[in-house]
């Protein structure tokens, strides 16, 4: 298709040869790395090329930008790399990030912190230099009473009298000047709160929609196609297109089969689930991973542990590996057998206790695996001064690989649900024993407050 046929929203103008060009044209051809940590690689897409743009335009011009869109559909990656490698050389940006715990002093602060003094009641970033400030989730902070947000009212007064007061006597007024705001955050809903009118009157918006299925496969399908290039054999790289397809169909259907109920409020799914499969069939290993075949079973097992585990019936566990059949005949032309030969599809890497180098493998002997994870116990036990005592069955073992898998992931954090004597401290523990890490325990009681977590933090 030329771009005479293409849609006017996938063209852009371009000055030089009087004529309308795809956005892809206007950025350089884009090369992935795949040793880069997977939360800073960035492929570029039609849409983010386009915010990107739209975002320069407007902060050159000197406006206000607030981006709103649901959670992964990239508001934070664009605008932070955009504020770090994009802007001119007298851009300072700062970053801050919301939360329902965020006062009106906190957000004063910090912004102050960034400012020198120009002269008398006037302050800013240093001479020469322009301030954009980046607040992400910028609708978290809590309301009040009467359904104010102190710290964006701070922001409020900011741009409708230009600065604030010290809250020092004398209380002098303070002009900020060269200062610009980015703002991000997702429609109100799930902590999220509807903003004033009064504040939102100052900003652009730009609309975050959700990625096409074209953007997202493009986006790992050039993640995975280069990890797959650089380290492993012809054949398992011929099915990485496959490979992310069916991750998008599933991902597809489960949003669509699987929404949230009352009952299963937690039912709810984004890009960043997708993210956490191919990063997770990412830590393949080169070496002992040589068949197509493997990687398939690699496949299953995450896109268990990213969907399946958050799934509290057996009717849909039912459903979701009956999906899981249907795409594996669909997209490889193999039956389920033919890639899971055991009975449980446990992966770890913990199989070599010491290991200097933990290879991320499928286990292949469940009795060793228990007398393994047994033997880590009795490890544990003996340097702890608090030794627990567990009856350790395959259930409670493929509990610790899950947690196990988590934790070792960059940006994994993992929320345990269950009743009481369930499990969820001690397994948490052993696992974390597993991975060579050390455990701090927040303990609530009557009074803890924000001074105790501060304490806790530092601590640890």
Known sequence: MTHLMRPIASCTACMQAHSWVPW????????????????????????????????????????????????GTGKTLSLSAKLLDGMPAEVQPVFMTFSARTS????????????????????????????????????????????????????????????????????????????????????????????SARLLRHFNFLSFAELSDESV??????????????????????????????????????????LPTPSKSHYTFNLRDMSKVVQGIMRADAKTTTAPEQVLALWLHETSRVFEDRLTCREDHDWFRQHQVTLLQKHFG????????????????????????????????????????????????????????????LDAIEHVSRICRIIRQPLGNALLLGVGGSGRQSLARLAAFMCDYEVVQIEIAKGYGNNEWREVSISS
């Open 104 to 195: 009106a002093n906190q957000t004063q602060d910090i912004i102050d912190s960034k400012m020198d003094k120009r002269r008398k009641g006037v302050y800013g970033p240093p001479a020469g230099k322009r301030c954009i400030i980046f607040v992400d989730d910028l609708n978290m902070p809590q309301r009040e009473r009467y359904f104010a947000q102190p710290p964006l009212e701070l922001l409020r007064q900011w741009f409708d009298h230009g600065g604030w007061y010290e809250r020092k006597p004398p209380c002098a007024f303070k002009n900020i000047v060269d200062t610009q705001f980015v703002g991000a955050m997702g429609p109100p809903g799930g902590g999220r709160n509807p903003v």
């Open 217 to 258: 496969e493009r986006i790992f399908s050039t993640i995975l196609g280069a990890f797959f290039r650089k380290y492993f054999v012809e054949s398992i790289a011929n099915v990485t297109q496959q490979l992310v397809s069916g991750t998008v169909e599933l991902y597809n259907s489960i949003r669509t089969e699987l």
């Open 334 to 393: 193999l039956a389920y057998n033919q890639v899971v030969s055991q009975e449980r599809l446990i992966y770890g890497d913990y199989l070599v206790p010491g290991a200097e180098v933990k290879v991320y493998s499928q286990v292949q002997d469940m009795p060793g695996l228990v007398k393994l994870v047994e033997s880590y116990l009795e490890d544990y036990n003996s340097t702890s001064t608090s030794p627990m005592k567990l009856v350790l069955f």
């Open 24 to 71: 892809m044209d206007t950025i350089q051809q884009f090369k992935c790395d795949p040793d880069k940590p997977f939360a800073q690689i960035i492929v570029p897409t039609v849409d983010t090329v386009r915010y990107t743009f739209l975002v320069d335009v407007l902060l050159a011009a000197g406006k206000h930008v607030l981006c709103v869109g649901e959670t």
